[in-house]
């Protein structure tokens, strides 16, 4: 883990919700001030690690809220504040890995993105 893969992990733990590639640059200049290509490989690695995921629908990256959920993930988007929050859904994500298993298909990775209203908007 390098400092600067570090930083980028922090600042998504810090975000209050997805965060762009493009807001991380904002909040890194000036702290060494790493070019664009560093963050993106940055956040690569972090996926790769499962330590992040990212959110196609809203091209944005979270920090991983569990250790241990394979490589599924799903999330639960908010339409009013955007809010994404990360649902613990350990079972279902287990039988989806089996039925996608069942049809002879190697999952890498899957996040899984549901949009909706979150409680406080609902
Ligand atoms: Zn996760
Ligand atoms: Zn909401």
Known sequence: ?????????S???ESSGPAKAYDLLQQLN?????KPPTVYR???????MGLAHR??????F????????GHAAIFLICDS???AGELNAGNSVKKLQQEIEGVKF??????????GLCEACA
Not at 42 to 48: I, R, T, V
Request: proline residues 4%; contains cysteine.
């Open 11 to 13: 600042l998504l733990l």
């Open 106 to 115: 190697k999952m890498t990775t899957a996040t899984i993105e549901v949009r």
């Open 30 to 34: 000036g702290d060494g001030a790493p």
């Open 42 to 48: 940055s956040l690569d690695f972090l996926l790769e």
């Open 81 to 83: 504040c955007g809010s």
């Open 1 to 9: 883990m390098t400092p600067i893969r570090r930083k980028v992990l």
């Open 55 to 60: 959110i196609e629908t809203l091209n944005a």
């Open 62 to 69: 979270v920090a991983c809220g569990h250790w241990k959920h």
